[in-house]
């Protein structure tokens, strides 16, 4: 397994743990994760990330609890990339940069594959990544470009994992 975090800052020598720039709502006794630390992400969630920052997205995937007729929704691939219409010409004109994470000092949080590390941790290896609409297929992820993620919403109704990132950002 390798760790991740991705930045569109090409310049950073050691992540140093700082608090959630928007706190979420946490379960209680993990409000210690809107505090400082180091936000990682697994290579087999990596495609969460390959977006510009802001770009709202939808990303789902199947779980061991997924049911047969839910799985077929994927079609043959192993899970989906919702982003808007209005979001694809900076999808292929952004450049996100990819921070190799060594795994000592993180814990895993059970939770899509986001690990966190409350020490600075100094990254093992750095990757610029352009035309970012080329690096799902490879990962086995289907990218759908729809006018509206509202519609997508709806799989929130199903048995598949529905992870919704900067939805805040999404058309009314």
């Known amino acids: ?49 390959l977006f510009p920052r802001d770009c709202p997205r939808i990303l789902v995937w199947a779980t061991p609890e997924t049911s047969e007729e839910d799985r077929r929704l994927l079609g043959d691939w192993r899970g989906t990339a919702y982003i808007e219409s209005a979001w694809l010409e900076r999808l292929q004109a952004a450049t996100i940069h990819r921070y190799e994470m060594p795994l000592e000092g993180f814990e895993d949080l059970q939770d899509a594959g986001m690990w966190v590390s409350r020490i600075a941790v100094v990254p093992l290896a750095f990757t610029a990544l352009s035309r970012l609409d080329r690096e799902f297929a490879s990962r086995g992820i289907e990218l759908k470009v729809v006018d509206s993620l509202t519609p997508a919403k709806a799989l929130r109704e199903t048995t598949l994992h529905v992870s919704a990132i900067r939805i805040r950002n999404a058309r009314p």
Do not use: C, K
């Open 1 to 49: 397994m390798r760790l991740f975090h991705f930045s569109d800052d090409p310049t950073i020598g050691v992540f140093e743990p700082r608090p959630v720039r928007v706190p979420s709502e946490r379960l209680q006794g993990r409000e210690w994760l809107n505090g400082p630390l180091v936000w990682a992400i697994d290579d087999i969630h990596d495609f969460m990330y």
